[in-house]
């Protein structure tokens, strides 16, 4: 497309698939639509995007969501009317006076020249051709493809409008991008804005704020998750949930502090080399007091930062190197391996503030890591048993869909560190662990780290998003740099190898994906609040207390509702927090003790009594039912 300002070759045009060359045709459809109701606009680009398209356009009058009917309306006409799309090629010259005249993405001749399209044709190659196209009294600069009619464009719709710098630069003034969608027919399009519409009200950020899961307070600072109490309880469980299936699978639990010595991570390699993703070093006192002594300048102090020769501390980007120190703390022998790390370790990363957002991009976070320091002849074993942590939970979440990718080295370059020969072993190690998954995997040459092959884990949710978790990755050089070793039976000094594994990534970004993946409705055992007791009226209030006290007693998350409010309204209020049981008493159950119980998706399942359901939901709890 010529209105593309990131120019694409000829060939990448042509390579516009069927339905990116609908939807951009859509994009010249609604440039008609906006003119026919306001012909000064001036437009800019209009390319199609992942998931639809939006064209740029510059207007006096500020368009918003209210306006899209009126401009869907006439698009409408411009697809009925069934105008053909025709290509035309002009002399630069030609196109030039006709951006003079206000003729490009115009119905007509104007006043004002046609701005952007004018640039626009400056900054094509001399040589290249300069096309148009043209659908009814529409012109538009443009090398295409597009559909053959304006009556292919049938199934679309305006879905937002933002501000967007020409060009995508501050400097250029600001225009309005019209954003739209469409598909090849009307159930497609439907389909689709209903998973937006889904995905909208499982938004974990609205989600978390209305459940009171977590808070992100600017004062804090930004991606920096403040777990709330209900946030904290899900949490909570989950680490509980993976501890249980760690120790059962002989890994030993550790905790290190947060911050670690600059030397520590020059021994690793993290320091200085990836200074632009991590908070800046804490400087030394000493060496500070030293460097201000010395009239150092910030302009020193930043190339010494650069040289790695400053001494202090970093906020520890990464769990390993304080886990290899425990692992080097006491000698070992062949006996001895594997040793399994393991540490729900926060560890601070520094994201763009662009690129944060709720809690699956964020500068803080807490990685369900753990460190694996094994023979060569074991890497395959403890790959395999990652794997298995990693169905079973996903199992009991009820995530059955999901992918593997196995991220091999490039074969052509010489960037990866370590021995090929154990390349070669690790990849054919992870290969066949992969295999025994059972779900799909894929191979990916030259996605691997310079220090080894892994396994990343891709989750589909329950209305079918995509979401990276974590991996497992094998890793040939930490144990080179920290000079690591163990006493083989031939009692001579190996090399371990280490295995870094956070297979569900951090806890932050977990339970973001599960927010969306439940829409909030956390199976009983992650539920904040499991159970809520709604007294009909003042005289069950006792009752109701020592309903909640048995529940409580037996380790069950209970609350009472005690307030004055009629019921109808204690159980809106109740199924709003997505509380899983709400359990229902009057003078009758008092008399009866027993209680009626509602859950918030089946509704009334009944009356029963009170040691009946506690044995129920404890039993579902400590099964976690989903
Ligand atoms: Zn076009
Ligand atoms: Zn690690």
Known sequence: MADDPKRKTLEERQEMSDIDRLRHSCAHVLATAILRIWPEAQFAAGPPVEGGFYYDLELDHRISPEDFPKIEAEMTKVVKENQTFERQVVTRDEALAMAKNGRLSALSDRPEASTFKL????????????????????????AGPHVGRTGNCKAFKLTSVAAAFYKGDAANPQLQRVYGTAFK????????????????????????????????????????????????????????????????????????????????????????????????????????????????????????LEAGEVEGYLLKPMNCPHHIKIFDATPKSYRDLPVRLAEFGTVYRWEQSGELGGMTRVRGFTQDDAHLFCTDEQVEGEVLGCLGLVKKVLSTLGMEDYRVRVSLRDPTSDKYVGDPANWDRAEEALRRAAGTLEVPFTEEEGEAAFYGPKIDFVVKDVIGREWQLGTVQVDYNLPERFNLSYVGADNASHRPVMVHRAPFGSMERFVGVLIEHFAGKFPTWLAPEQVRVLPISEKSQEYCEAVEAQLKEAGVRTSLDATAEKLGAKIRLAQLSQTPYMLVAGEREAAEGTVSVRHRQRGDTGTMSIDDFTKLVVEEISSRSL
Not at 126 to 139: A, H, P, Q, V
């Open 119 to 142: 640039d626009i044709i400056e900054g094509i190659p001399e040589g290249e051709e300069i096309s148009l196209f043209k659908n009814g009294d529409f012109i538009d600069l443009c």
């Open 185 to 304: 027919n009307k159930t497609m399009l439907n389909e689709h804005l209903e998973a937006l519409e889904e995905a909208k009200k499982r938004d974990h950020r609205l989600l978390g704020k209305q459940l009171e899961l977590f808070h992100i307070d600017e004062s804090v600072g930004q991606g920096l998750v403040l777990w709330m109490p209900n946030g904290a309880i899900v949490r909570q469980e989950l680490q509980n949930f993976i501890s249980e299936e760690l120790t059962r699978q002989g890994y030993q639990q550790v905790f290190t502090p947060h911050i670690g010595k600059l030397d520590l991570y020059k021994t690793s390699g993290h320091f200085p080399y990836y200074q632009e993703s991590q908070f800046p070093p804490v400087i030394a006192r000493d060496h500070l007091i030293g460097l201000a002594d010395e009239g150092c300048s910030c302009s020193d102090l930043t190339n010494q």
